[in-house]
C-alpha cells in the first residue's frame, strides 16, 4: 500500500509510528511531507523506512494520503495538492474540524473520503479513534481504513459526522484532562512531604492500579462507594470536589463543552 503522510506533528508521528510498527501483512511504503526541518531530520533518524521531504511532490500516485496537519492550514495545502499532478484512491483526514464536505469541496480529483480522529494513546496502540465516511464505502477501502487504524487502538464507527466535535473533546483532548489532575495530585503529594520521585511513583502505580479494576469493573459509581467509606477520608475529599461551588463536575463539563465549540469553530474557519 502506498501512502503519503501530510504533517508529521505529535499525532502524525504516531500514526507513522503505528503503520511503520504494524505486523500485519499489508505491506507499506510510506512518505512523509514535514515542513520543520528540524522535525524532519529527527523523524529521518527515527524512522529509516519512510521517505522524507519538505515539500509536496510534484507527482505522485498511490492508495492513500493521510493529512495530519493543524485544520487552519489545510485549505492553503489543498490549492497546493490540486496543482500537483497526483492522484489517490483513499484521502484520510485526522484534522480537528474539518468536515468531509470541506475536504471534497477543497481537494479535486476522485478518491473516497475518510474522517477519523485518534487520540494520544495511538502513539502507544492504546488510543481511540472515531472515524466516519459517507455511504455508500467501498467495502474493500472500508476494510483497509479500519486495518490502518486499528493499529492504533480501538476503532468506533461514527453513525453521524456530527460526533466528531464531541468525540474530539472526549477523548481527543481527554487525556490532557487527566493528566492535569494527575500532575494536581503529584503537587499535593510533593506538598505534603512526599519527595518528587516517590509523589510521582504514588500517582502514577495508583493510576494503574485503576485501570486493571476497571477492566473488571465498569461501574464507575459503584467503583467509588468501594472506596469512598462514611466517614472516612475519600468522603472528606470527595465532599471538596463535589460540593464546592463551582464543583468539579460543573468545571469539567464546561472545559469538555469549550472543546467541543472550539472544534465546531475550527471547522468554520476551514469553509472560509
Known amino acids: 500500500m502506498k501512502i503519503l503522510i501530510i504533517g508529521a506533528g505529535k499525532m502524525g508521528e504516531a500514526v507513522l509510528r503505528s503503520w511503520l510498527s504494524d505486523s500485519s501483512k499489508l505491506k507499506k511504503v510510506i512518505s ?13 533518524k527515527n524512522y529509516p523506512l519512510a521517505e522524507f521531504s519538505e515539500y509536496v511532490p510534484d507527482t505522485w500516485k498511490g492508495d492513500l494520503i493521510l493529512f495530519a496537519i493543524k485544520p487552519q492550514t489545510f485549505s492553503n495545502i489543498a490549492k497546493v495538492i490540486n496543482s500537483k499532478n497526483i492522484s489517490t484512491k483513499i484521502i484520510l483526514s ?33 488510543g481511540v479513534t472515531g472515524v466516519f465516511a459517507r455511504k455508500p464505502i467501498i467495502s474493500s477501502y472500508k476494510k ?6 486499528t493499529t492504533l487502538g480501538w476503532v468506533y464507527w461514527l453513525k453521524s459526522e ?3 466535535d ?10 490532557a484532562y487527566i493528566f492535569l489532575f ?17 509523589s510521582n511513583q504514588l500517582v502514577l502505580k495508583t493510576l494503574k492500579g485503576v485501570s486493571e479494576i476497571l477492566k473488571k469493573n465498569s461501574n464507575l459509581e459503584e467503583l467509588i462507594s468501594d472506596v469512598a467509606s462514611p466517614g472516612g477520608t475519600t468522603e ?37
Open 236 to 272: 472528606a475529599a470527595l465532599e471538596v470536589l463535589i460540593k464546592s461551588k463551582p464543583n468539579l463536575k460543573v468545571i469539567l463539563n464546561k472545559a469538555i463543552l469549550a472543546a467541543n465549540k472550539r472544534s465546531i469553530k475550527l471547522g468554520k474557519n476551514a469553509k472560509k
Open 166 to 175: 464531541p468525540l474530539t473533546a472526549i477523548s481527543g483532548s481527554g487525556p
Open 162 to 164: 456530527k460526533l466528531f
Open 94 to 126: 485526522i484534522m480537528a474540524g474539518i468536515t468531509l464536505s470541506s475536504l471534497e469541496n477543497l481537494i479535486h480529483g476522485k478518491a473516497v473520503f475518510f474522517r477519523a480522529m485518534p487520540n494520544l494513546a495511538s502513539s502507544v496502540g492504546s
Open 144 to 149: 483497509k481504513i479500519e486495518q490502518l487504524l
Open 32 to 44: 512523509v511531507v514535514e515542513v520543520n526541518s528540524k522535525k524532519r531530520n529527527i523523524l529521518k
Open 182 to 198: 494527575l500532575k494536581i495530585m503529584k503537587n499535593s503529594s510533593k506538598n505534603l512531604g512526599f519527595s518528587e520521585k516517590i
